[in-house]
């Protein structure tokens, strides 16, 4: 649990701070969703559905298989980023961090890797909306609150049939989620941040839900733009 706002000092710990916040922001940037797209021969999912290059834009447009897998890299990144990047870069940069500067190096990990997904320095700091990758974030960081969350995400979901309206309902409860499991002030505020960083991104989304012509998940998809390389 993280106790304070205190960092890690800075002169003790400047190599891997920085090492931390960069290899989790070039990790958290990788666009499989783009990658992806450019692999099955399918060509730029940017052009197609909503322009995202999240794993909804394409399992609704490269299907189920490609979906998937785009969610699981996605999600992978933010884990990764807390429970690899910031350990093993303490490990080799500052071996003598205790508990507690570790706990935040992972959380200030975590938070770079879904920054890089949603500002990705490839795509001119244009990328997803952070669904999957904070999800993965939460996984190591603080499981139960995501359980409840991943709760509402399906009944809202299920209700619906809007993913964007229940990333959104999941986003709000996320900062609740914490209190209620954890009584952690700090973990509250960044989580917080998170969720409002999440809802920042689907505010497109909200606009065509309040006009009515958010696509509904599960329609039939168009066919995705033919390569051109």
Same mark, same amino acid.
């Given at each position: 649990?993280?106790?304070?706002?205190?960092?890690?000092?800075?002169?003790?710990?400047?190599?891997?701070?920085?090492?931390?916040?960069?290899?989790?922001?070039?990790?958290?940037?990788?666009?499989?969703?783009?990658?992806?797209?450019?692999?099955?021969?399918?060509?730029?999912?940017?052009?197609?559905?909503?322009?995202?290059?999240?794993?909804?834009?394409?399992?609704?447009?490269?299907?189920?298989?490609?979906?998937?897998?785009?969610?699981?890299?996605?999600?992978?990144?933010?884990? @990764?980023?807390?429970?690899?990047?910031?350990?093993?870069?303490?490990?080799?940069?500052?071996?003598?961090?205790? @508990?507690?500067?570790?706990?935040?190096?992972?959380?200030?990990?975590?938070?770079?890797?879904?920054?890089?997904?949603?500002?990705?320095?490839?795509?001119?700091?244009?990328?997803?909306?952070?669904?999957?990758?904070?999800?993965? @974030?939460?996984?190591?960081? @603080?499981?139960?609150?995501?359980?409840?969350?991943?709760?509402?995400?399906?009944?809202?979901?299920?209700?619906?049939?809007?993913?964007?309206?229940?990333?959104?309902?999941?986003?709000?409860?996320?900062?609740?989620?914490?209190?209620?499991?954890?009584?952690?002030?700090?973990?509250?505020?960044?989580?917080?941040?998170?969720?409002?960083?999440?809802?920042?991104?689907?505010?497109?989304?909200?606009?065509?839900?309040?006009?009515?012509?958010?696509?509904?998940?599960?329609?039939?998809?168009?066919?995705?733009?033919?390569?051109?390389?």
């Amino acid at each position: 649990m993280i106790e304070t706002l205190a960092l890690v000092p800075w002169e003790t710990a400047r190599p891997y701070i920085i090492a931390t916040l960069v290899c989790s922001y070039l990790l958290g940037s990788i666009p499989f969703g783009l990658i992806f797209g450019w692999l099955a021969g399918a060509g730029d999912i940017r052009k197609v559905g909503s322009g995202n290059i999240g794993a909804t834009n394409v399992f609704r447009y490269l299907g189920k298989p490609a979906g998937i897998f785009v969610l699981l890299a996605d999600g992978l990144k933010g884990w @990764v980023a807390v429970v690899l990047v910031s350990r093993l870069l303490a490990g080799w940069l500052y071996p003598t961090a205790d @508990v507690q500067d570790r706990e935040w190096l992972a959380v200030c990990a975590g938070l770079c890797a879904v920054m890089g997904h949603n500002f990705t320095c490839w795509l001119h700091f244009k990328g997803g909306k952070g669904i999957a990758t904070s999800a993965g @974030v939460l996984v190591a960081l @603080v499981p139960v609150p995501l359980l409840i969350i991943l709760s509402i995400w399906i009944v809202v979901f299920t209700l619906f049939r809007y993913v964007s309206l229940a990333s959104i309902c999941a986003a709000f409860a996320l900062p609740f989620a914490v209190w209620f499991t954890k009584r952690d002030l700090t973990m509250t505020m960044i989580t917080a941040g998170m969720a409002a960083l999440a809802i920042y991104k689907h505010r497109g989304n909200i606009q065509r839900l309040m006009n009515g012509t958010e696509n509904r998940f599960g329609r039939t998809r168009q066919s995705p733009p033919a390569s051109t390389a």
